[in-house]
């Protein structure tokens, strides 16, 4: 881990496995939530509904870092599944994917950043409990265990974890690999890994950082059936973004 500034940590870790494309590095940022907090970001908020790559809604937005917030459907807005803050809807369908981020509690005593699983946890209950709430695919159960089956396509992958003592985790893999084996490989990893969802996949997997006068761009590539190669280099255009901002001591 390299500390960019107190609270926020940058991490480079080879993968026990070897991908047949780039550097086989997981790059994880690691934010503590005393001095860090999520914003969740629609393009579909908006009049003029525009959409950036994560580099420029995090320089556009005054955010810390940034990083996709869920795979969106063809119109180009709507996230995939539920997606809300307290000022705005973005998609009001709760499908059937178990796990869901939940940040902005309207107790500012609970837990400022969790991740529903709705195999463990009553998410009538913490619906009403927290403002912002970002439902996609899980990785890591409630329990601990790799949720993805063993399949042969693989990808660029962004993801959003938990880690033990709550800190929030970007993480992001250009190296293609299947979901299930990056999952073992997470798990693996000396990182306490707690929770985690899939947020995109292939070259829309993005993550950004400016902090502590460094600047991080990671941009995905490879994805079976389109892009089968480690060449890109265009940071597409995304309409949902989850930002860290620093808290106001």
Known sequence: WTTLEQGLELGNFQAPKKSDFGD?????????????????????????KKRWSVKNWVKNKGLIAGINASMYQRNGLSSVSYMKTRQHTNNVWVSKDKTLLAFDPIDKNRQPVRIIDRDCDDFGV?????QTLVQSIR????????????????????????????????????????????????????????????????????????????????????????????????????????????LNK
């Open 24 to 48: 086989s590095l997981i790059r994880i940022l690691r934010a503590d939530t005393t001095a860090f907090a999520l914003r969740l970001l629609n393009a579909s908020s908006s009049n003029q």
């Open 126 to 130: 913490l619906r009403k409990q927290y």
């Open 139 to 246: 990785m890591v159960s409630c329990h601990g265990e790799n949720m993805w089956h063993q399949q042969k396509k693989m990808w660029s992958t962004a993801a959003v974890g938990i880690d033990e003592q709550g800190r929030i985790l970007f993480i992001h893999v250009r190296s293609p690999y299947t979901t299930h084996d990056l999952i073992d490989m997470l798990l693996q990893l000396p990182i306490g890994l707690k929770q985690a969802m899939h947020v995109e996949g292939g070259a829309d997997a993005q993550l950004y950082i400016r902090a502590g006068n460094q600047e991080h761009d990671f941009i995905g590539s490879y994805s079976t059936g389109s892009r089968e190669h480690d060449e890109n280099s265009y940071s597409h255009p995304v309409p949902n973004v989850l930002g860290l901002v620093r």
